[in-house]
């Protein structure tokens, strides 16, 4: 992830933080399971391209969540709060019960844990994905913009 | 490195202000050394383009190619101008600094510090300054008049369009041309063909990227990608063109990893020295002729470092002109899905364009103007992580499938206004920090005015009319009400006619040093309405040229 990209999430996650104090934090690992689970349900297989999961975006993305304090933060209040929100750990739901709580999340408060915690997984998710050769099977593009560019006619 | 010829004229910053001066002095036979802070780069393994993982990919960050500037008063993004706020239909419509500071852009000062400067990854837009924008304040009231008029620059723009490969049919509205473009257009882009069959106003933008091969460099092959980098050298940032010419002539030194840290004054009020860290090694160098070309923002920081008990405002600020007048981009952006439209994340950034409002008076009540461009691939609709991320909200199976069927309808139309400078935008010197050489950063300050949130809605206006007729679903609007942003900043070492009003006279001469000279953004007076300033300020470059060398 580039410089420009990582500080931008940080600054997304850094309002809902205010007051925090990472020196005097403990870090719950964010377990891998839970963000596997997670990602395929934002970014499940179909016909032309695998789950996030096959594509090992979960381990990524626990990687960049883990190298910075406050979005390691964001995220623990994020697990805490889908395990506690369904009566029961979350991985122990229903599927439909799990999107409905993640479509919850998609409408919420931007300004509160899981609105916040859902955009950023979410917006994560997505980059970490389609940057991916195999996501993108069956759009009209190459893997990459180069060598070959795309030359006119276009229409 | 050891010099070994004594140079005529050193040259600090490599930017499109350093490079085209070092061009016109090196091609009338002068031997120029020029310094430049940042490192080189090399486009084919700098800018890969060419591998999965492109869109996660911006610019590069080498060692040292990235200035250290801090932020003072942004202003404060008061709820009463909530209709200004950026929203998507992806990230809804909540703004988590509502009532406080204005942030700047995550990346902080764009600018490159790099052979080339900042056009290594500028977009290549190419404008003329409408001739009316010279005289800004004789017609609006407001800002400041240029010391020199269009038809001084204009044999100037010409040569700069001939040596980039500007590419074109023409240069816009009342911008006479002596001669036409060196190429002919590029092909239009899906998106800008919608927009031209939907509206009257919509032109071939200009653009210094080579539409057939030109200059021993090749043809664009559309990848869309111009401000990641380009890695093929068709687009002319000045490291392939002005400095390759240059550097062929054997006149030009180029000292990369060159910091100046100040100028030194010597008798007469000549500068007589330069102090300079090159690759981590002191020395002091002997001043023939100087410019400064080191941006709007790191020139007047350069300036004021340089005070000394003769000179305590810094150097060159004998008006107390140096570092006032920022003026910062301002910018809306409109985009939406169309249906319909296919393959719009192909071709060439920038393409189309609408001069229509792009003079000093477009707006009733207000001062300047702004242009529109057509902006799908610049601002990031090239790929499925720019659609996921703006455009198509959602999750799962449905939304998958969603995003292969709008992938390519993208549209984004963007307008860059002018700036009429205010008292509290300025660039001073940090109190507090300094960068690893002990020279205090540059601090910006920069606030909206009236002016501009009137002209932030007029924008916004017009490029959500743009996007209606042409069929766009609106799906995601930015701008720098809620962000501030400084791809073009300007004004903080402005040219005057008289040496009370500004830093250098109409040729970038400084009133107070003689042998000191400024080309750079820093010394327009005004923004202008919207036009980019790269082919103005090389134009500028190229006219200094010719003055020093009387
Ligand atoms: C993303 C982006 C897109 C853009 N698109 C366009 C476009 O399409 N068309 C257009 O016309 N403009 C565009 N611009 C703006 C354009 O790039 C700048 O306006 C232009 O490059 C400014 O030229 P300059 O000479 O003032 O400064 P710069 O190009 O920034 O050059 C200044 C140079 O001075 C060097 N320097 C600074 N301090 C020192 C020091 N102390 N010692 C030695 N060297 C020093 C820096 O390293 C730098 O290389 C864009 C800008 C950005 C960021
Ligand atoms: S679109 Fe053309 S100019 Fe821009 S980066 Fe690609 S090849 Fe270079």
Redesign the interface.
């Known amino acids: 992830?580039?410089?420009?990209?990582r500080?931008?999430l940080i600054?997304?996650a850094a309002?809902?933080l205010v007051g925090f104090d990472p020196a005097e934090a403990q870090f719950a690992p964010v377990g891998q399971r839970f963000l596997g689970k997670l990602v395929d349900?934002?970014?499940?297989q179909?016909a032309?391209?695998p789950a996030a999961s096959a594509l090992f975006v979960h381990v990524e993305l626990q990687e960049v969540v883990q190298s910075h304090e406050l979005l390691a933060r964001l995220f623990e209040y994020g697990l805490s709060w889908l395990d506690q929100v369904g009566g029961r750990p979350f991985l122990d739901l229903p599927e439909a019960v799990q999107?409905e709580i993640?479509q919850f999340a998609?409408q919420a408060?931007?300004?509160q844990v899981p609105?916040r915690f859902f955009?950023v997984l979410?917006?994560m998710a997505?980059?970490i994905y389609?940057?991916?050769?195999e996501?993108?099977e069956?759009?009209?593009?190459q893997?990459?913009?180069?060598?070959?560019?795309?030359?006119?006619?276009?229409? | 490195m050891e010099l070994s010829k004594t140079p005529d004229v050193i040259v600090i910053g490599s930017g499109a202000g350093g490079a085209s001066v070092a061009y016109g002095l090196v091609s009338q036979g002068a031997e120029v050394l020029l310094l430049e802070a940042g490192p080189w780069f090399e486009p084919v393994e700098d800018y890969p383009?060419?591998?999965?993982?492109?869109?996660?990919?911006?610019f590069p960050?080498k060692e040292g190619s990235q200035a250290s500037i801090t932020f003072g008063d942004l202003g404060v993004l008061d709820t009463a101008d909530r209709d200004l706020m950026r929203w998507s239909d992806v990230?809804?419509r909540?703004h988590?600094?509502m009532g406080q500071q204005r942030?700047p852009y995550?990346?902080?000062y764009s600018h490159v510090m790099g052979v080339g400067g900042s056009t290594l990854h500028y977009v290549g837009e190419a404008h003329r300054l409408h001739p009316e924008a010279f005289r800004f304040q004789t017609l609006t009231g407001q800002g400041a008049d240029w010391p020199i008029s269009y038809d001084d620059l204009e044999p100037y723009y010409t040569q700069v369009e001939h040596l980039m490969g500007v590419a074109g049919t023409d240069a816009g509205p009342a911008r006479w041309q002596s001669a036409g473009f060196a190429l002919p257009p590029h092909?239009m882009?899906?998106g800008a063909?919608v927009l031209m069959q939907s509206g009257d106003g919509w032109v071939v933008n200009p653009r210094a990227v080579n539409s057939e091969a030109y200059d021993e460099r090749p043809a664009?092959?559309?990848?869309?990608?111009c401000s990641r980098g380009c890695?093929?050298g068709d687009k002319a940032s000045v490291d392939v063109t002005l400095l390759r010419r240059a550097l062929d002539s054997g006149r030009l030194t180029l000292m990369a990893d060159a910091h100046v840290t100040r100028l030194v004054l010597g008798a007469g009020g000549r500068v007589s020295h330069l102090d300079v860290v090159h690759q981590g090694a002191e020395r002091r160098i002997e001043a023939p002729q100087v410019v400064l070309a080191a941006g709007a923002v790191n020139t007047p920081r350069l300036l004021l470092a340089s005070a000394s008990a003769a000179q305590p405002n810094g150097v060159a600020n004998g008006s107390g002109q140096v570092g006032r007048h920022f003026m910062e981009t301002l910018r809306w952006e409109s985009a939406g899905l169309v249906q319909g439209l296919?393959?719009s994340?192909?071709?060439l950034p920038s393409d189309a364009t609408d001069w229509g409002f792009a003079v000093p008076n477009a707006i009733e009540g207000l001062a300047g103007g702004f242009k529109l461009s057509h902006t799908t691939l610049d601002t990031g609709l090239?790929?499925?992580?720019g659609y996921?991320?703006r455009m198509v909200?959602?999750?799962?199976?449905a939304w998958?499938?969603q995003m292969?069927a709008h992938?390519?309808s993208a549209l984004s139309v963007a307008a860059i206004g002018q700036v009429v400078a205010d008292e509290r935008s300025k660039v001073v010197l940090d109190a507090a920090q300094v960068d690893r050489f002990g020279v205090p950063v540059a601090q910006i300050h920069s606030v909206l005015t009236q002016n501009s949130l009137g002209l932030l809605r007029a924008m916004q206006s017009e490029t959500r009319a743009a996007l209606a007729a042409a069929g766009a679903d609106l799906a995601d609007e930015t701008s720098s009400w809620d962000e501030f942003i400084a791809t073009h900043v300007f004004g903080t070492a402005r040219m005057a006619a008289r040496a009370e009003d500004g830093v250098v006279n109409g040729g970038g001469q400084s009133f107070d040093h003689e042998n000191l000279w400024i080309s750079d953004a820093s010394v327009f007076p005004t923004s202008g309405a919207g036009e980019a300033p790269s082919l103005t300020i090389m134009a500028l470059g190229l006219r200094m040229a010719d003055a020093i060398l009387g």
């Open positions: 992830m580039s410089l420009n990209r500080k931008a600054t997304m309002p809902f349900l934002i970014l499940p179909d032309q391209s999107i993640l998609s408060d931007f300004n609105g955009a979410r917006l997505c980059d389609f940057s991916k050769a996501a993108i069956g759009y009209p593009l893997v990459a913009p180069q060598p070959e560019g795309y030359p006119p006619p276009w229409s | 383009q060419d591998s999965a993982g492109w869109e996660r990919r911006s960050v990230a809804g909540e988590p600094q942030l995550a990346g902080g092909p882009s899906t063909q664009c092959n559309y990848c869309g990608q890695p093929l296919r393959k994340h192909m071709g090239g790929g499925p992580i996921a991320t909200p959602g999750f799962g199976a998958k499938a292969r992938f390519g």
